[in-house]
């Protein structure tokens, strides 16, 4: 009877494991499908780099650079803000800050991963986009900055949580050895300690980005939306996720817009893998 | 000649008194060994002389600590200056993830002691020679220090802290994590150094302290129970504690 119940067991867990990946496989397969069909209309090249994104004209321009170059600009601005707060956040945690204010710290940061992303976007929409409309006199506060603005501090609880992890993987006595030849905190923390969680902090900082660049109801909601070619980080610009959240409810079902918007999905899906993937690669490399 | 004197030394983690009333006075160019049982103090003495237990939550220290005519336990002591002239070597060997090279030169970047490539060069050979590593190791400079084999780290370590020229070496079971050949070897290395350096070695290896070391002072509960020359201490100890130590009756 015991052995059944072991075996019955067993076989679930084993289904739910397989589970996951066999849903992945299906995912993938559906988008592939979809999104490969859109290359019998428009050839690849076209499609990742001309430069018009008008899908309901006649005919259809299906070039999707701008929101290439819109998801990256924003993803890159977003960067910029978060990986050096969210890293030095992760050091005064680890490092240098009380047990007190570690702890309080820690719960600020959960509670800042908590905020859903439509809140966002919402808070976003009311405070930060009048004030840079303000601040650099435009036309509009709806642009790239304030979607990176915004979305730096989605990466942030990422960032933070995984270097903290990684710094405190550091052996302690890497310390000692630091301190014990006269080195300052900060020269310890600069000169053994950070180099010795670099692959831990890459990989926190990859993590980070792909949570960016795969988030879509605050920047629908903060950039603007305007399909063309960025030039400046103060202008409105669209990313590949929100062209899709926008506009897979208007286009017709196996039409050229209705594969397009799946063959975004897919360059997105690459761009995650390749993200996540080379995270892994750091994250393994010093184990 | 005495190179640090401690006067009625005691230390406190928390409610626990680490150390009773230590007095002992170590002599400048000799190896000291401090042995005894686990727990007995011997570590915490050796982490008194270049201040490693400040981090420690609880702790408390009353009386001096003289190194050079000055009191080293002063909340007002430099402890930057202290570690640069009083080094550690810890009981596993911890070079940095970082090159050969570069672990070598660590103290002089953070001290700011030489300008210019060259000089550090001249410094890396010095350091690496004096520890018997530079025919090992010359050509693999900018290798990772964590792909070295232990007995080769441990040195590496105690060469980085050659590089910045210290007084005092403070060595905290140095041996403890190598095999008996590697062992015979450092020992011989810590043999010559004390032509330059003041070495002080915590060991819970007796024939260890008998076989390096010039004076033994042996440590039980927190008390400094004896402390003579080496020859003696282990053929003629005056306290019966000591004696049964030695001896093996416990420990």
Known sequence: MRKIKEFIIEKLILVCGLASVFFVVLIFIFLLKEGLALFKIVSPLDFLFGKSWYPISEPAQLGILPLILGSLLVTFGAAVISVPIGVGCAIYIAEVAPNKIKELLKVGIELLAAIPSVVIGFIGMVTLVPLVKNVFHLPTGLTALSGSIMLAFMAMPTIVSIAEDALYAVPKSYREGSFALGATHWQTIWRVILPAASSGILAAVMLGIGRVIGETMAVMMITGNA???????????????????????????GSEHYFALFAIGVVLFVISFIINVSADLFLHRNK | MAKIITKNLNLWYGEFQALKSV????????????????????????????????????????????????????????????????GMVFQRPNPFPLSVYENIIFGLK??????????????????????LLWDDLKDKLNKSALSLSLEQKQRLCIARLIAVKPEVLLMDEPCSSLDPQATVRIEELMRELKNK???????????QAARVSDETGFMLLGELIEFLKTDIIFTAPRDKRTEDYITGRYG
């Open chain 1, 227 to 253: 399909a063309v070619i960025p030039q400046s980080i103060l202008q409105p610009v669209r990313t590949l996720t929100a062209t899709i959240a926008a506009e897979m409810g208007e286009a017709v079902v």
């Open chain 2, 23 to 86: 007095n002992a006075s170590f002599r400048e160019k000799a190896i000291t060994a401090i042995i005894g049982p686990s727990g007995c103090g011997k570590s915490t003495l050796l982490r008194v002389f270049n201040r490693m237990n400040d981090f420690i939550e609880g702790f408390r220290i009353t009386g001096e600590v003289v190194i050079e005519g000055k009191n080293i336990i002063d909340p007002t002591a430099d402890l930057i200056d202290l570690r640069k002239k009083v």
């Open chain 2, 110 to 131: 953070i001290h700011s002691l030489v300008e210019g490539k060259n000089n550090y060069d001249e410094i890396v050979e010095q350091s690496l020679s004096s520890v």
């Open chain 2, 197 to 207: 350096y003041t070495i002080i070695i915590v060991t819970h290896n007796m024939q």
